[in-house]
């Protein structure tokens, strides 16, 4: 017989109690932000183990992120102590299908050491495929079909399995063919892409009766965390698993759902009552996380979206601070303001009690919204750490473009030379790149000498020799551009003429215009500096700031990132049209696109616990030219009741002070450009190549870099988190 009340039960609300207590049978659980779901999910997984209703590994428990696993294997932990040891089947769809698949490979072909390929590996094969097949990749680029096929995976489907309709998608019907040669030519190498981890484990399950049934009847406890962003395949995965004891626990929120982008279903939640027929359905109403201000912002946003299941949300917590609106001039204002505010929090002023920064989180809509905060807080000195994704100098396009300018800089910056002689690729192999090193060393000149000289040898094939002639000139000759053009200008020439920007609007990933526009932030950076070296020595600086590890930080992250997370103090910046929601969203047309983003929205509001700081600018700074902008819609539909309103629009002279020392003149759009500053003079309102869409920027996959294995570029949009 169990204790009557353990304490981690005595702690839940009623509704919650019986979403734990109700083991046998499914359960779903559906209810607003900050209701206690994931808490209840939590206590669920300790209920079942504390009372012996099954072994550590007979259950399994589905998180979105690594980092909710982990979260949730201490609270268990603590809750229940050593009987969490050995959660093998607690992670993401995406770790535990690869768990699963690398017990199962041969059923599909594949050994056990199968390897997990990235982006590139995977664009590199169906080129290959697509050569082979004598289709013209300029008219169906491999990307275009790397996106089908991640959408089949999603839909749980095999070659096979394809509608015809799905097939015409590509090529005139070469879909279905390409997609199978694919498949094949994957097994042969004894590999592996995201997608088919979650595909993998259905079609053995499908098609191999005794797996299923050993799994069936070894979870004899499922549950689900963020279970309105599951995709088809991960959810006919579930389907499957649970049919024997049938004791799953799903929980979610309809107006948190914010994957659609990467084929998560909100559906489900529909499906779930219709293929687990007496599913006690739990409705949890109490938030517990955040002020009644907050949640009135975030009700009032989401209110304006239509089809919702609809749910209520109360608190009993203190009314608390009313949301904070703020109109700044411009970005650097915003990370300015952002910066003074998380200081006095810091402080403690006006009476409150000082605040640790770990509490305190800035919230973005993509990522390359990070670097004005990340250079505002390096030069004040305020920690801060990036979640989901790297610093904003150490993203992979980023090193890029700086090493180009290194090396057009300095010559003998061998590093720089190394990362970007076949970046984007020129054909230049490992031979050739080794043949530069060895004659380098050997006359004792820097590579970018040795490679010049290499040119008039027969050391190189021709083929190499004929490319490397091209590098050696096109850094010469950018070199002399330095004279009349400034460093930002220089680096936009750059990118487009070495091939880089090209190389990325090929790629039409939702990955690929988010470092397309983290490279135009990088031009808006450089315009801060006077001179290209004074950046550069900006940039080595930033690198080297590494704050403490175990020191309290401010975490910078975008919305899709925070999923699940809360603080205390949150900000939520560049509330503007075009931002958020984002130019793609807009461009899109469509009322879907734009209910996402209001979802993203709700999330962002309600990851506060105390106070929400919600910031737009009146004016961003695209190519050098200032441009106004207009806050975001979402700022409208904040109720008036709690919100309260401050703008520094007004212009106090500290205001314009700022402005024009550290940014140039704020009305260079007005007038011809008579303001300082080469950076924005010269400007155009040519839409620039560099000019990327709205980025979704999240990760592609929530495996760990161990279980992926391999690292590569891809390792950019794997979250860490
Ligand atoms: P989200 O939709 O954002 O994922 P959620 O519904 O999963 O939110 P939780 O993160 O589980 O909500 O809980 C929100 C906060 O409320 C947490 O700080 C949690 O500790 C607290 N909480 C949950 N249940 C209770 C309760 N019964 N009593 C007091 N605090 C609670
Ligand atoms: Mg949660």
Redesign the pocket.
Known sequence: NMPADPPYLA???AP?REAVTTTEGPVLVL??????????L?ARLAHILFSRLAWPSEILSVTFTNKAAREMRERVGRMVGDAVEGMPWLGTFHSIGAKMLRRHAELVGLQSNFTIIDTDDQLRLLKQLIAAEEIDEKRYPARLLAGLIDRWKNAGLTPTELGAGDSEAYADGKGQQLYAAYQARLKTINACDFGDLLLHPLVILKTHREVLESYQAKFKYILV??YQDTNSVQYLWLRLLAQKHRNIAC?G?DD?SIYSWRGAQVENILRFERDFPGAKIVK?E????STPHILGAASGVIAHNGGRLGKTLWTELDAGEKVRVMGVWDGPEEARRVGELIEDLQRGTKGNAPVSLDTVAILVRAQFQTREFEDRFIQIGLPYRIVGGFRFYERAEIRDAIAYLRLINQPADDLAFDRIVNTPKRGLGDKAVGRIHAYARAENISLLHAAARLLDSDELTPQARKSLGRFVADIARWRDRTNDLNHAELTRLVLDESGYTAMLQADRTAEAAGRLENLSELARAMEEYETLEAFLEHVSLVMDNDARDDAAKVTIMTIHAA????YHHVFLVGWEEGVFPSQRALDEGGNASLEEERRLAY?AI??A?EQCTILHAANRRIYGQWTSSIPSRFVGELPADHIEEESTMGGGPSMWRANWSATGDPFAHVGSGTGRGPGWQRATNKPSPLQGRGSEPYERSELGAAERGGSGRNALFTPGL
């Open positions: 702690a839940l609300n919650q209810a607003g932000a900050g209701t206690g779901k994931t808490a209840a939590t965390d963020e929980v929120d948190q949890l109490q938030n517990y996380r999923k699940g997370l809360e999330v309600t990851r616990r």
